[in-house]
């Protein structure tokens, strides 16, 4: 069965068939993880984002209920250069074409994802559309033409209600703006009292949770389209600990009046270098973004440049000292990736402890 990917630069690919069957349109970025595709598929950042996999065979140790980073796919389909239909590895509990149908996901395999990847780089991400069907390529042409990208994609993937993990440690409110599960592993494994809440919780909401920490999820889009959260975060900045990650990082610089933007073809993968400018060192870290913060805009925002890409300079980290705030553009709870900074859950902690010594009233 064939299946073609058509891009909205009329570049047209023609391959194999797997996955659900259909006709599906997003935005096509790509991944450089060798492996982690079954993250990549339930991390809920990639909501309305069709992701080709650089790395050329996926599928061979299968899909199981441990990998998931939430409970069911985002992405709107899968591009990747060979699929194994048959999974060798001793958790395997479905093969990946069996997954893709459950979740309804449309994937294509057989073609040249170099080619595919070189023409992201060059021309930045771009919309797409995979159809297993005959639309004629005009008509497929002009359907892709016509489609707009989303810009709620929060509204689908946050918690419709707030609900906790509970524990005997501090107490921490997660805005969960699509919250990988491997974030809130991290905090559980700290023993943390974890209070989920759907992203457009007030700030009277939040504290009503009597935090002794806020942790800022990943999630989906630009995060400029944000502005009740990012007006929400300035309330709470300086009143209670703050770490988010990715969209959260994102979101808290916008807060203090830095700005952000997109950039061509994002970070996507498992591999990418991070300095520490504190301490020199460099880290391996995991990465899902396709906006930045902009280096230039932290001036007179009182943010502390801590981290920045060792690939292309840009802005991986800030700290706000005085306020007890930090974030980072990167994935510590490295799923899928590296663990090196696993270590920043570990300060959120201490920061937390600190926080409370010094007797700032929370409320
Ligand atoms: N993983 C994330 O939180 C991604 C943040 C944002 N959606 C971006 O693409 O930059």
């Known amino acids: 069965m064939t299946a073609r990917l058509l891009l909205e630069d009329g570049t047209l690919f023609e391959g194999l068939h797997f996955g659900a069957s259909g006709e599906s349109f997003g935005e096509v970025v790509f991944n450089t993880g060798m492996t982690g595709y079954q993250e990549v598929l339930t991390d809920p950042s990639y909501y309305g984002q069709m992701v080709t996999m650089t790395y050329p065979l996926i599928g061979n140790y299968g899909c199981t209920i441990d990998d998931l980073e939430s409970t069911r796919s985002h992405v709107r389909g899968l591009i990747v250069r060979e699929y194994e239909p048959v999974p060798s590895h001793f958790k395997s509990e479905s093969s990946i074409h069996d997954f893709l ?30 159809t297993s069907l005959d639309t004629p ?15 709620d994609q929060i509204a689908h993937v946050t918690t419709k209600a707030a ?6 440690g501090l107490r921490v409110v997660l805005l969960d703006f699509g919250v990988k599960m491997g974030v809130l592993r991290s905090l559980r494994a700290r023993g943390c009292d974890v209070v989920v809440m759907p992203a457009y919780s007030t700030a009277q909401e939040i504290m009503a949770w009597g935090p002794r920490g806020v942790m800022m ?5 630009d995060p400029a389209d944000l502005p009740e959260i990012v007006d929400t975060l300035r309330e709470l900045i300086g009143r209670v600990p703050i770490f988010g990650i990715c969209m959260g990082h994102q979101l808290l610089c916008l807060a203090r009046g830095a700005q952000t933007e997109k950039l061509r073809f994002g970070h996507r993968g498992v591999n990418h270098p991070v300095k ?4 020199g060192r460099v880290y391996m870290t995991s990465q899902n973004h396709g906006y930045v913060v902009k ?22 980290g800030v700290w706000l000292k005085q306020e007890s705030a930090f974030s980072v553009q990167y994935h510590p709870e490295a799923r899928p990736g590296p663990d090196d900074s696993d270590a920043l ?18 409320v």
């Open 101 to 130: 149908v459950r979740e309804g996901v449309v994937a294509i395999a057989g073609i040249d994802t170099r080619q595919l990847t070189r023409i992201l780089r060059v021309h930045g991400t771009m919309r797409g559309v995979i």
């Open 345 to 362: 859950f570990d300060e959120f902690i201490q920061l937390m402890e600190q926080f409370s010594r010094g007797g700032v009233a929370h």
């Open 295 to 316: 280096e230039s805009s932290l001036q007179d925002t009182g943010l502390l440049l801590t981290h920045i890409n060792q690939n292309d300079g840009t802005v991986e």
């Open 137 to 151: 390529l005009e008509e497929l042409k002009r359907k892709l033409l016509d489609y707009t990208l989303p810009t």
């Open 217 to 221: 999820s990943n999630g989906p889009g």
């Open 163 to 168: 609900y906790r993990l509970p524990g005997e």
């Open 276 to 279: 520490d400018l504190r301490t």
